[in-house]
């Protein structure tokens, strides 16, 4: 909300001045943004009077003025504005002004005699722009007929006003007008509240236009009425002009003027549509399938969506040819004022906050009346409103205005809302009498009643946000001032909960995927739906949508982590990178009809935690010690089971949609129950690849957080005083057998005194090897024994080893290299 300290003088003015009115109103929760003067700062730049304008001798572009400034003595000055004539007054910087910097160089600069093409010039006159009031430079600016000649131009123009800029929040939405400030600055400081003051303007006409409202949870009331013959060439009052400006509004025109200035002061919207160009009765309704409208912006709208029946439906103000408006968003081009317009039909309206909401972001657009309707605005002003603008309307284009037709259809309740007094002071943290609590609401002309120590409160007609008992504490709690509220450190026995053993940290993951050379990422939980459709291999119903997405590429929620972190790759190798290591930790969003509300978990959707990364590029920095070789599998894979220790890791081939069919795995964790699976690691399948414009392929992988983070009580367990003893084993198998099923074999033998088994070599032999098929391989396990007891033997030792070689050659058809 932006509005000059002026206009909010004029119905409420406290004994402050600019500063403390503006930290007065941000300790009340109305949050001063910026503050600011009208013009920035410069000296001596007064009204002044051309006296005459001549060609300059040398300059076909350039005049030579004699110009009083109220000096006692003619000034010459040579100009270049081509609006530079005798008889208009304009502002003049006198020699020593200090002017505002210039956009160019940055620095004020100083007003000197000089010479323009061989004549003296003993000044400058001015443009808006260079006084900084506007983009306007093409002439210098005209001032009214009146203005004094030598009166200093910051005085004259009231320069020194201060603009305010408020941040509001979504609740506060009485307090977009230039009459509710008013009322949270009088009911802030105790100064007396003046309202806007008009004359009812009576029906001269008997001319009406009959409204018809087909459904009441669109309009809860509307009030309209005709006026004729107004002149839409009028000119717009320079105070309404000026006040617009102040606010952020340009001037259009006087009836559109008129209109925003309504709006601005009092906080209800409307709109004038030309009556010449509407046919027969004005119907307000919901918009039929088909129906389009061209709106003022320039924008076509369709405003049905065809194949989306869950979109939110639009109202809309029509005649019997069609749609006129977008209810309570934006007017249509085809009935909008213009200069010809001689008859008009003024509406204005309570329209259902719920039927606004969405409906302008829906297009892409923004209003001051959606924002105001979709929050709420006053439903008792309605025809006050109405009356004020048709007042200003009658007074600056003339006209006669015909009754008021006021439809009183579905107003919202008002109901009344309790609060305890004791309840008030233990969440504000202050003690709170009923007379400090009294006075609040009489000064936010609440109307209420006491019952023992609990008030019951019946807002205002403008107060959409007073609903709950914690509403009416917050107004108690702005109202007694946030700075007046003690800081009182919270007395309590702290002591830090001790770290679950069984459970790691997500830091410590972080911290090792660091070391490991991984960056962290972290984006969005949106991702855009065409990659979400290639990673996962889905259709548009597995798709979880976002209803007002922040932009197309954020409109699904993402079921894995790998999108953004492949956006994030493909920025990189654009900014110049070659080797690239990332880790993402976060929520993925999955849906899931059976699941019922738990946490980590919203019902129809589960949301679990993974961490997932990629790796590109070489598989070490460039130096001199190895080899440059792309990153592979295996390597991406040993840094998981470096990060993940003491967790063992195991991967079984599988296909994924987002991976390569022949160069990706399933990863499991061995438990007592069965294999545990928490996700994949592979290449980037090749379509993606090339989907993605990627020189080569990333290893990617994405595991379950949650149980990668048990790990489990540690087992202590005594050094054995006895050396530990290895034998290699290695057997021929057939090469489609993967080397972790005979691991598994050979521990599902339950093998007495093995400590570990390890696979460190394979074998392949050419075609016509004479030892082994082209089929088969050779696998080399290293098996450590020990018993913690006594010196193995080489009995034991030779019974467990034939004991593994049997329970290959039986589950697996292995037999002895």
């Given at each position: 909300?932006?509005?000059?300290?002026?206009?909010?003088?004029?119905?409420?003015?406290?004994?402050?001045?600019?500063?403390?009115?503006?930290?007065?109103?941000?300790?009340?929760?109305?949050?001063?943004e910026e503050?600011?003067s009208?013009?920035?700062?410069?000296?001596?730049?007064?009204?002044?009077q051309?006296?005459?304008?001549?060609?300059?001798?040398d300059?076909?572009?350039?005049r030579?003025?004699?110009?009083?400034?109220?000096?006692g003595?003619?000034l010459?000055?040579?100009?270049?504005?081509?609006?530079a004539?005798?008889?208009?007054k304009?502002?003049?910087?006198?020699?020593?002004?200090?002017?505002?910097?210039?956009?160019?160089?940055?620095?004020?600069?100083?007003?000197?005699?000089?010479?323009?093409?061989?004549?003296?010039?003993?000044?400058?006159?001015?443009?808006?722009?260079?006084?900084?009031?506007?983009?306007?430079?093409?002439?210098?600016?005209?001032?009214?007929?009146?203005?004094?000649?030598?009166?200093?131009?910051?005085q004259?123009l009231?320069?020194?006003?201060?603009?305010?800029?408020?941040?509001?929040?979504?609740?506060?939405?009485?307090?977009?007008?230039?009459?509710?400030?008013?009322?949270?600055?009088?009911?802030?400081?105790?100064?007396?509240?003046?309202?806007?003051?008009?004359?009812?303007v009576?029906?001269?006409?008997?001319?009406?236009?009959?409204?018809?409202?087909?459904?009441?949870?669109?309009?809860?009331?509307?009030?309209?009425?005709?006026?004729?013959?107004?002149?839409a060439?009028?000119?717009?009052?320079?105070?309404?002009?000026?006040?617009?400006?102040?606010?952020?509004?340009?001037?259009?025109?006087?009836?559109?003027?008129?209109?925003?200035?309504?709006?601005?002061?009092?906080?209800?919207?409307?709109?004038?549509?030309?009556l010449?160009?509407?046919?027969?009765?004005?119907?307000?309704?919901?918009?039929?399938?088909?129906?389009?409208?061209?709106?003022?912006?320039?924008?076509?709208?369709?405003?049905?969506?065809?194949?989306?029946?869950?979109?939110?439906?639009?109202?809309?103000?029509?005649?019997?040819?069609?749609?006129?408006a977008?209810?309570?968003?934006?007017g249509?081009?085809?009935?909008?004022?213009?200069?010809?317009?001689?008859?008009?039909?003024v509406?204005?309206?309570?329209?259902?906050?719920?039927?606004?909401?969405?409906?302008?972001?829906?297009?892409?657009?923004?209003?001051?009346?959606?924002?105001?309707?979709?929050?709420?605005?006053?439903?008792?002003?309605?025809?006050?409103?109405?009356?004020?603008l048709?007042?200003?309307?009658?007074?600056?284009?003339?006209?006669?205005?015909?009754?008021?037709?006021?439809?009183?259809?579905?107003?919202?309740?008002?109901k009344?809302?309790?609060?305890?007094?004791?309840?008030?002071s233990?969440?504000?943290?202050?003690?709170?009498?009923?007379?400090?609590?009294?006075?609040?609401?009489?000064?936010l002309?609440?109307?209420?009643?006491?019952?023992?120590?609990?008030?019951?409160?019946?807002?205002?007609?403008?107060?959409?946000?007073?609903?709950?008992?914690?509403?009416?504490?917050?107004?108690?709690?702005?109202?007694?001032?946030?700075?007046?509220?003690?800081?009182?450190?919270?007395?309590?026995?702290?002591?830090?909960?001790?770290?679950?053993?069984?459970?790691?940290?997500?830091?410590?993951?972080?911290?090792?995927?660091?070391?490991?050379?991984?960056?962290?990422?972290?984006?969005?939980?949106?991702?855009?739906?065409?990659?979400?459709?290639?990673?996962?291999?889905?259709?548009?119903?597995t798709?979880?949508?976002?209803?007002?997405?922040?932009?197309?590429?954020?409109?699904?929620?993402?079921?894995?982590?790998w999108?953004?972190?492949?956006?994030?790759?493909?920025?990189?190798?654009?900014?110049?990178?070659?080797?690239?290591?990332?880790?993402?930790?976060?929520?993925?969003f999955?849906?899931d009809?059976?699941?019922?509300?738990?946490?980590?978990?919203?019902?129809?959707?589960?949301?679990?935690?993974?961490?997932?990364?990629?790796?590109?590029?070489?598989?070490?920095p460039?130096?001199?010690a190895?080899?440059?070789?792309?990153?592979?599998?295996?390597?991406?894979?040993?840094d998981?089971?470096?990060v993940?220790?003491?967790?063992?890791?195991?991967?079984?081939?599988?296909?994924?949609?987002?991976?390569?069919?022949g160069?990706?795995?399933?990863?499991?964790?061995?438990?007592?129950e069965?294999?545990?699976?928490?996700?994949?690691?592979?290449?980037?399948?090749?379509?993606?690849?090339?989907?993605?414009?990627?020189?080569?392929?990333?290893?990617?992988?994405?595991?379950?957080?949650?149980?990668?983070?048990?790990?489990?009580?540690?087992?202590?367990?005594?050094?054995?005083?006895?050396?530990?003893?290895?034998?290699?084993?290695?057997?021929?198998?057939?090469?489609?057998?993967?080397?972790?099923?005979?691991?598994?074999?050979?521990?599902a033998?339950?093998?007495?005194?093995?400590?570990?088994?390890?696979?460190?070599?394979?074998?392949?032999?050419?075609?016509?090897?004479?030892?082994?098929?082209?089929?088969e391989?050779?696998?080399?396990?290293?098996?450590?024994l020990?018993?913690?007891?006594?010196?193995?033997?080489?009995?034991?030792?030779?019974?467990?080893?034939?004991?593994?070689?049997?329970?290959?050659?039986?589950?697996?058809?292995?037999?002895?290299?």
């Open positions: 909300m932006q509005f000059s300290e002026s206009w909010l003088r004029q119905y409420v003015n406290p004994e402050l001045d600019s500063a403390a009115l503006g930290h007065a109103m941000t300790m009340a929760g109305l949050e001063l503050q600011r009208v013009a920035p700062a410069f000296t001596q730049i007064v009204v002044a051309i006296l005459s304008a001549e060609q300059h001798p300059a076909d572009r350039l030579v003025c004699k110009v009083n400034a109220g000096t003595q003619e010459q000055i040579v100009c270049g504005a081509p609006n004539r005798p008889g208009i304009i502002p003049c910087a006198l020699v020593g002004a200090q002017l505002p910097p210039s956009e160019v160089g940055g620095k004020p600069f100083q007003i000197k005699v000089g010479k323009l093409r061989g004549v003296e010039s003993q000044g400058m006159l001015c443009s808006g722009k260079e006084l900084g009031l506007g983009d306007d430079h093409e002439g210098i600016l005209e001032l009214p007929a009146d203005a004094p000649v030598g009166k200093d131009i910051r004259y009231d320069l020194d006003d201060q603009i305010f800029v408020i941040k509001l929040t979504p609740n506060k939405a009485d307090c977009l007008s230039l009459v509710g400030m008013a009322r949270e600055v009088a009911a802030i400081t105790g100064a007396v509240l003046k309202k806007p003051e008009w004359k009812a009576p029906a001269s006409i008997k001319d009406q236009r009959k409204v018809i409202v087909e459904n009441t949870e669109l309009c809860g009331r509307f009030a309209g009425r005709v006026i004729q013959g107004v002149n060439k009028a000119k717009t009052p320079d105070w309404i002009v000026q006040r617009l400006a102040r606010a952020g509004q340009r001037s259009i025109s006087a009836l559109v003027d008129l209109s925003n200035y309504v709006m601005l002061e009092v906080g209800q919207p409307s709109h004038v549509f030309d010449d160009k509407v046919t027969g009765d004005i119907i307000v309704r919901w918009a039929k399938t088909g129906e389009q409208l061209e709106l003022l912006n320039g924008q076509t709208v369709q405003l049905v969506e065809q194949n989306n029946p869950k979109a939110l439906s639009i109202g809309v103000v029509a005649d019997q040819n069609g749609p006129l977008l209810a309570g968003i934006m249509g081009n085809h009935c909008a004022v213009s200069d010809d317009t001689r008859n008009i039909f509406e204005a309206a309570y329209w259902q906050p719920n039927a606004i909401q969405g409906r302008a972001r829906r297009f892409n657009f923004s209003t001051d009346a959606a924002h105001r309707f979709e929050r709420g605005v006053d439903p008792q002003a309605t025809v006050d409103c109405l009356e004020y048709s007042a200003l309307i009658i007074q600056v284009c003339g006209g006669q205005a015909g009754p008021i037709n006021d439809q009183v259809l579905a107003m919202p309740e008002r009344s809302v309790k609060m305890r007094l004791d309840r008030a233990k969440v504000i943290g202050i003690p709170l009498t009923t007379q400090i609590v009294s006075g609040v609401f009489q000064g002309n609440f109307d209420f009643k006491l019952e023992s120590d609990t008030f019951i409160v019946t807002p205002p007609s403008y107060r959409f946000d007073i609903e709950i008992e914690e509403d009416l504490i917050e107004e108690v709690a702005r109202m007694y001032g946030f700075e007046n509220i003690p800081d009182h450190p919270p007395v309590a026995s702290l002591k830090m909960s001790a770290k679950p053993e069984v459970k790691r940290a997500v830091h410590l993951l972080r911290q090792r995927f660091a070391l490991q050379g991984y960056q962290e990422a972290v984006n969005f939980g949106f991702i855009d739906a065409e990659s979400e459709k290639r990673l996962v291999g889905a259709g548009d119903a798709l979880i949508k976002v209803l007002n997405p922040i932009a197309s590429q954020y409109g699904v929620m993402r079921s894995n982590l999108g953004g972190l492949l956006n994030n790759l493909k920025a990189n190798l654009n900014r110049g990178a070659t080797r690239v290591r990332l880790f993402e930790t976060g929520r993925v999955k849906r009809a059976g699941v019922t509300v738990q946490p980590g978990k919203v019902a129809g959707f589960n949301q679990p935690q993974r961490i997932g990364g990629l790796a590109y590029g070489s598989f070490v460039e130096q001199w190895n080899a440059n070789r792309f990153v592979d599998f295996f390597d991406v894979k040993g998981l089971e470096r993940f220790d003491p967790l063992h890791l195991v991967t079984e081939t599988a296909q994924h949609p987002a991976l390569h069919p160069r990706s795995a399933q990863v499991m964790m061995k438990s007592p069965g294999p545990v699976i928490l996700g994949w690691i592979g290449e980037l399948h090749p379509g993606l690849q090339q989907a993605y414009e990627l020189p080569q392929a990333p290893i990617l992988f994405e595991l379950d957080l949650e149980l990668l983070r048990n790990v489990g009580l540690p087992q202590p367990e005594e050094l054995s005083k006895f050396p530990a003893v290895q034998r290699d084993l290695a057997v021929v198998v057939k090469q489609n057998i993967a080397a972790q099923v005979l691991l598994d074999a050979m521990y033998s339950k093998p007495h005194f093995v400590r570990s088994i390890e696979l460190f070599d394979e074998f392949r032999p050419k075609a016509g090897s004479a030892s082994m098929a082209e089929d391989k050779s696998l080399a396990f290293r098996v450590t020990l018993n913690p007891e006594d010196t193995l033997q080489d009995a034991q030792i030779e019974g467990v080893m034939s004991g593994l070689l049997a329970a290959l050659e039986k589950k697996c058809a292995a037999r002895l290299r």
